[in-house]
C-alpha cells in the first residue's frame, strides 16, 4: 500500500486503521498485549503491515478509548491498570446496568421475540451450569455472558446509556481477563446469570435490577482477590 502524506488521511488509510484499531483492541481486550506493553510504531508497522499514518491513527483512538498511554517521549503502551480504576468502572457499571436491567426486563415484557431470545439464553446458562468445570465450560460461559450483556443493551431503550454502557465493554473485558479464571467464581455467577434471567422472565424489573448490583458487587471481590495474588506489572497497586 501507498500510504499518503503524513496526516493526509486517504480513504486506504483509514480502513487501514479500522483494521489495525480493531485487531490491537482485540488483543487488549483478551489479555493477548498485556498492561504495560511497549507499542512502538516500527514493531506494529512491521506485525500489521500497515504504513505509520493509520498504525498512528488506531494508536490515538485506542488513547481516547483509555486502552493505551501515549507517554511523552517514550511512545505507546497499553495502558495499566490501577485498583482505583478497577473500583472506578464497578462504581460507574453499578449506577448503569440496574437501569439498563429495568428497562430490558420491561421491554422483553412486551415483546415477545425478545423475551423468547432471553429465554434461548437462560437455557444456555443453565446447560453450562450441569456441565463438569474445565477451561472449555469456563470460555463456554464467558461467551454466553457476553452475549446476554448485549442483549441487555440491545434491550435498553435510552440511547444514551446503551451507548455508555458499550463504551465501557472494551474495559469490563479486559479486567475479566486480567482476573483470571476462577472455576468456583465460574460457578456463582453461572447461578448469578439465571437470577438476573429469571427475574427478566418473570417481568420483575426491581429484581432483576437487584440482581444484576449483586453481580457487579460479587465480581468486583473476585478481581480484587485475584489481583491481589499476583498483580503483575501491569498492575498499579498504588493508583
Known sequence: MTAGPEGAGTATDLSK?????RR?????ELGELAPGTPLSELWLVE???????PVREALRRLAVEGLVDLVPRQGARVSRVSLQSVRD????????EPAA????????AADP??????????AEFARIQ???PSQARSRAFYDVADRFDWAIIGAT????????????RPHTARLRNLSHVDPQRVDVSVAEHLEMCDALLAGDADAAAAAIAEHLTQSLRTIFRNLARGPGEGLDLLG
Open 17 to 21: 486503521a479500522d483494521l489495525v484499531h
Open 24 to 28: 490491537l483492541k482485540e488483543e487488549i
Open 47 to 53: 506485525r500489521t503491515g500497515a504504513s505509520r499514518t
Open 89 to 96: 468502572l464497578f462504581d460507574f457499571r453499578s449506577l448503569l
Open 101 to 108: 436491567m429495568r428497562q430490558a426486563t420491561e421491554a422483553a
Open 113 to 122: 421475540e425478545l423475551r423468547r431470545a432471553f429465554t434461548v439464553l437462560r
Open 130 to 132: 450441569r456441565r463438569a
Open 157 to 168: 431503550r435510552n440511547e444514551h446509556l446503551r451507548r455508555t454502557i458499550a463504551e465501557l
